[in-house]
């Protein structure tokens, strides 16, 4: 059976174009719903990744507070430490001090 070439088109109505408009709308309502759970699943990891990036700047904020205190106390050191050269400047001082007092006797 073959089709004939001049085979009648049916007239398309307004009522058909509608219902055509409204069938294609529920399917974009019902992918609208699932991108909607979507979007609110992304929303709430956000807000726990958000948590967390509080809670590591607190941390970061405490470890910088503790490097700059350690940082001025190794600066400081130096105001209560005497360097080597003159350490060793004085012990030779002291040394040929005392090479010169003689020893007591027993």
């Not at 709430?44 to 607190?58: A, G, N, Q």
């Amino acid at each position: 059976m073959k089709k004939s070439p001049l085979k009648k088109k049916k007239e398309m109505t307004i009522e058909d174009l509608a219902g055509m408009v409204a069938k294609g709308f529920i399917g974009v309502d019902s992918r609208l719903d699932k991108v909607d759970s979507r979007l609110d699943k992304v929303d709430s990891r956000l807000d726990k990744v958000e948590s967390r990036l509080d809670k590591v700047e607190s941390r970061l904020t405490d470890v910088e507070e503790s490097v700059r205190a350690t940082r001025r106390d190794v600066l400081n050191i130096g105001d209560r430490v005497v360097s080597q050269h003159s350490f060793d400047q004085l012990a030779t001082r002291v040394y040929n001090l005392e090479k010169r007092i003689p020893e007591k006797k027993k």
